[in-house]
């Protein structure tokens, strides 16, 4: 089946600093996903991409899609305390109906 | 309604006992998808509808797991004869027929095997 690696597993940040995070996966997908997980509840997207290369900002977050369709990074600026949680990649392949999920990444803010 | 639904938040069952855990869609929603997580790791797949029909189980982890869907609406995931690996929090996403990608999740119900 497909596997998708995310890295780093978890992170330790001073308040302000950048983050990044990313995803590989064994094949092509044609969407990659970010979403963040806290405590007590349900994944929420973050960032959608769609396309090859596309480059994607909401806020202080960053995504993009690899041009080789298997990987994804996210960059979160100027972390602040509330960044706090579980980030997770997810992608899927073209004709599948189902997400794979990247197996997160727990993210700590220092204030 | 207003987001995804899941009920029992928590269920504490013991071993051998059959469990069901229900989902409420968003209004509208055409499919729906259930997904397991366990302590510290990411989602695994289980089974995915669209309407009522299921064209993909391939993510249920053995006869135990069954999943229904009525009306094009709620869903129930029963396991059966419960062991405590099945120990986990169950969540379920639903999102439009249209555009790809974009699922939105309950906040799980969270199964403990004894």
């Known amino acids: ?111 | 309604g207003a987001g995804v639904s899941q009920s029992p938040s928590n269920k504490v069952t013991e071993k051998g006992k059959d469990v069901e855990l229900r989902c409420d869609p968003i209004s509208g929603h055409t499919a729906l998808y259930w997904y397991r997580q366990s302590l510290g790791q990411g989602l695994e797949f289980l089974i995915y509808f669209q309407g009522n029909s299921a064209p993909d189980k391939s993510g249920l982890p053995s006869d135990r797991f069954s999943a229904e869907r009525t009306g094009g609406s709620v869903s129930t995931l029963t396991i059966q004869r419960t062991q405590q690996e099945d120990s986990a929090v169950y969540l379920c996403a639903s999102k439009w027929g249209g555009r790809d990608g974009e699922l939105f999740f309950g906040e799980g119900s969270r199964l403990t095997v004894l």
């Open chain 1, 1 to 111: 089946g497909q596997q998708l690696n995310q890295s780093p597993q978890s992170m330790f940040i001073q308040e302000g600093e950048d983050v990044s995070m990313n995803c590989t996966s064994s094949s092509i997908f044609n969407t990659w996903l970010w979403y963040k997980q806290e405590p007590g509840e349900g994944p929420v997207l973050l960032i959608a991409l769609y396309k090859a290369g596309e480059l994607t900002s909401n806020g202080r977050l960053t995504a993009q899609f690899g041009i080789t369709r298997k990987d994804s990074f996210l960059n979160i600026s100027a972390s602040i305390p509330s960044d706090v949680g579980i980030y997770f990649c997810a992608g899927r392949a073209a004709g599948a109906n189902n997400l794979f999920f990247g197996t997160g990444t727990r993210l700590t803010v220092i204030p």
